[in-house]
């Protein structure tokens, strides 16, 4: 049992890896749109559109279902202070999985509409959601 839930946390960690680098991609290439003009701004919204469908849903789907498996192996862990915390800091990370997603579907209407200095943000704060789920994760400090 030890080695089938080791196999599952190591893919749930790579669903994570996956999930994020797509996001963090799409936001380097969301900060370029602005300074991009004719059909290169059409290709780096294309090419976010498709990085979002193929690696972002993808990975987003992979740490979603492999999680629940976790906690079902595991219940007690729903009781842990620092799994809620964890909780919630997923709850934000999927705020901007779809916030990504309706600025691309927006952005291919409205181009113009977007500034380096969101997207940038943007990736800095999912950098750090990374980080602050991975501590909790692996030090389980509460």
């Known amino acids: 049992m030890y080695a089938l839930r ?15 680098g797509g996001l ?21 919204l294309g090419v976010a ?5 193929t690696t972002s849903n993808v990975g987003a789907a992979i740490t979603i279902a492999l999680g629940l498996v976790l906690i079902l192996t595991n219940p007690p862990v729903l009781r842990q202070g620092w799994f809620h915390l964890k909780l919630l800091l997923v709850a934000i990370l999927l705020f901007y999985h779809v916030r990504f997603y309706r600025r691309i579907i927006f952005l291919e209407d409205h181009p113009s509409e977007s500034t380096r200095r969101e997207y940038s943000v943007i990736h800095g704060l999912v950098s750090l959601l990374l ?12």
Not at 6 to 20: D, T
Not at 49 to 53: A, G
Not at 131 to 142: C, D, G, Q, S, Y
Request: without cysteine.
């Open 6 to 20: 080791g196999s599952i946390l190591a893919l749930h960690i790579f669903g994570i890896v996956y999930w994020i």
């Open 24 to 44: 963090l991609m799409i936001a380097s290439l969301l900060a370029r749109v602005p300074d991009e003009v004719g059909l290169p701004k059409e290709r780096f």
């Open 49 to 53: 559109r498709r990085l979002f469908e």
């Open 131 to 142: 980080i602050a789920i991975l501590m909790l994760a692996v030090m389980k400090p509460f």
